[in-house]
């Protein structure tokens, strides 16, 4: 299946729904609202960058496996996976690194300091009450880490009355979810529990070379809690409680069933207060966690560990025109473990302005941010957007930011063991973003339209690592959306140009173009959709001399409504069973089946 047909097809397919007789049955959905372009609840619609917004409901109804599952379905996004379930995935948002993308749970930073990336295989959908993927360098707003965008999930809240909700399912690969949740709150008070376990025999994920063919299977427990209490009329204190904790076998030799334990938790406390009429103060004191245990042979394993103390303190103030955003951040990183690194600390300090309003048909953004890093010093990095709503349909946005991401400790002050270690003289990586967008909206049918142009300079790569390249992401990202009726349809196509300025080659993993299709629909107690979702091919090496091939894969799912309080939710993955590689040397799962019965009070 060659992507280039693909992205045609998709296209096509999306244009049958759209006669005038349909769209006059459309219903305009409710606008979502966005937190994370921003740092402040604002209408989707008004948002002057890239978001998506995957809601509860449609994690739900698509029947996706994992979190990895979800993103791939998303414009601008590339997944990349070493295997199965749970198996060591990387993530890139318009063509840049995986440790270039930023994670935040319930507004807490989750990474590890040593690698740079975020541990998303390791993050149940149970937990999950929303997704927002913010596309372009976001420092301005949130500092290092963010050149490629933020990844922010929201475990699931309490709501007014008692909401209880079970599920269990199995599947291939002795592939079994079990998860409870219990949900409420009385006058203003709000509460929520959710906990559950996932387990897979899995496949085996290697598909080449002398290894061992066992399964490589992947186990997860999980637990998410909030507490919310409100006090007077409008102030607010809260607690957000996350944990997982899992284990993925994987292949080294023969003699030994290697397998990674990756934990990652994070609790925080909140307080919101109307200081006065017009003024929120919003203060926020979390600690995260990230913990890695790699054991390869029946040796101690190699361990990771980050913990990271967080204190942020936002005001939000509205004025005569538009609000105005003043807010501290404080962020203390501590890596520990079997390495031994020089220098195992550092501290950021940060303070940022912003400013969005909207007048008549313009709607505009700024944003500046100042990061004193304990390590490199001082990074001062921008942000302003521009809107204009040409008509009630039609509006254009445009924006150019600054960004930059910290070397990591493994970068930095890795060992030499003969091998060469990490460089303390590195330089952080620094970024130009300019961007330029079309948005077209009838009420019942969307279209979204994306040019940009990213070039990163001071790319840290090689071994030692230096601040050796530079590199250029140029893309234009199309996503058409439409309700009809009972019918939903989505489209997404973008095409991506991303290479190393001094060679010339392409990013490894980063095809030319992917392409996705989602089709729903719900009649009586059936609701049933298919997904295809494709890329074209890629390189696994900076040498551009391992060629991963282009690739379609359809899943499908259908539920049932038994009775009003249960469901039964089946879902086909890789119907066509499509052979196909992410990354070089690891097989993909093939054709496979879950079942799961769901009971949720309505």
Request: proline fraction near 3%.
């Amino acid at each position: 299946m060659k992507i280039r047909y693909s992205a045609v097809a998709l296209a096509l397919a999306a244009a049958f729904p759209c006669s005038s007789v349909a769209l006059a049955s459309a219903e305009k959905t409710a606008d979502a609202v966005v937190v994370t372009a921003t740092r402040q609840a604002q209408r989707a619609d008004e948002v002057l960058a890239s978001v998506e917004v995957i809601e509860r409901e449609q994690i739900e109804r698509a029947g996706q496996s994992t979190l990895i599952d979800v993103l791939r379905a998303v414009p601008g996004v590339r997944v990349a996976s070493n295997g199965g379930p749970g198996s060591n995935s990387s993530f890139f948002i318009r063509g840049t690194e995986s440790r270039h993308v930023l994670l935040l749970i319930d507004g807490v930073r989750v990474g590890s300091a040593t690698s740079g990336q975020a541990t998303l295989e390791a993050i149940p959908l149970a937990m999950i009450e929303r997704i927002e993927v913010l596309r372009g360098p976001a420092s301005a707003l949130y500092g290092s880490e963010a050149i490629g965008g933020v990844i922010q999930v929201f475990t699931r809240k309490g709501s007014s009355g008692f909401h209880p909700q079970l599920f269990a399912g199995y599947g291939s690969d002795d592939t079994r979810q079990v998860n409870a949740s219990l949900a409420g709150g009385v006058e203003r008070f709000r509460y929520s529990l959710t906990l559950g376990q996932d387990r897979t025999r899995g496949f085996d994920a290697r598909n080449e070379g002398i290894h061992d063919t066992d399964r490589d299977g992947f186990r997860n427990a999980f637990v998410s809690a909030n507490l919310a209490l409100g006090l007077r009329e409008r102030d607010e204190i809260g607690v957000n409680l996350y944990q997982s904790d899992g284990r993925n076998w994987y292949d080294t030799n023969l003699s030994f069933d290697s397998y990674l334990d990756k934990r990652i938790d994070s609790a925080g406390v909140y307080a919101i207060n109307q200081l006065s009429e017009g003024w929120r103060s919003t203060l926020r004191v979390a600690r995260s966690r990230d913990r890695l245990d790699n054991r390869a042979t029946v040796a101690r394993p190699s361990e990771f560990y980050t913990t990271q103390d967080q204190f942020s303190w936002q005001h939000d103030i509205d004025l005569p025109l538009g609000v105005l955003m003043a807010a501290f951040d404080y962020v203390r990183s501590r890596v520990d473990g079997t390495t031994a690194f020089t220098v195992d600390e550092r501290t950021v300090k940060a303070w940022s302005l912003g400013w969005s309003a909207k007048l008549d048909a313009h709607n505009i953004q700024v944003n500046v941010r100042r990061d004193d890093n304990s390590q490199f010093g001082g990074k001062t990095t921008g942000l302003l957007a521009y809107g204009y709503d040409i008509d009630q349909e039609w509006s254009v946005r445009g924006s150019i930011a600054t960004a930059f991401n910290a070397p990591t400790f493994n970068q930095l002050y890795w060992p030499d063991t003969g091998f060469g270690g990490g460089n303390p003289d590195l330089k952080p990586e620094r970024a130009l973003n300019r961007e330029i967008g079309l948005r077209w909206d009838d009420g019942r049918q969307t279209v979204d339209a994306t040019y940009y142009d990213n070039k990163v300079r001071d790319l840290i790569s090689g071994w030692p690592p230096a601040n050796l390249n530079e590199a250029r992401l140029k893309g234009v990202e199309l996503a058409y959306r439409v309700e009809l009726g009972n019918l939903g349809v989505q489209v997404g196509v973008d095409w991506l140009s991303a290479h190393d300025e001094a060679t010339g080659n392409r990013l490894a993993r980063r095809a030319s173009n992917a392409a996705f299709l989602k089709v729903d629909h719900r009649i009586g107690n059936w609701s049933y959709g298919v997904d295809v979702n494709g890329q074209g091919y890629r390189y696994d090496d900076a040498g551009n001399t391992n060629r991963l091939g282009s690739y379609g894969v359809v899943d499908a799912y259908v539920h049932y409504r038994l009775a009003q309080d249960w469901r039964v939710e089946m879902r086909a993955n890789n119907i066509f069973d499509k052979q196909y590689e992410l990354a070089k040397g690891y097989a993909t799962p093939g054709a496979s089946y879950f079942v799961g019965v769901r009971y949720a009070p309505r």
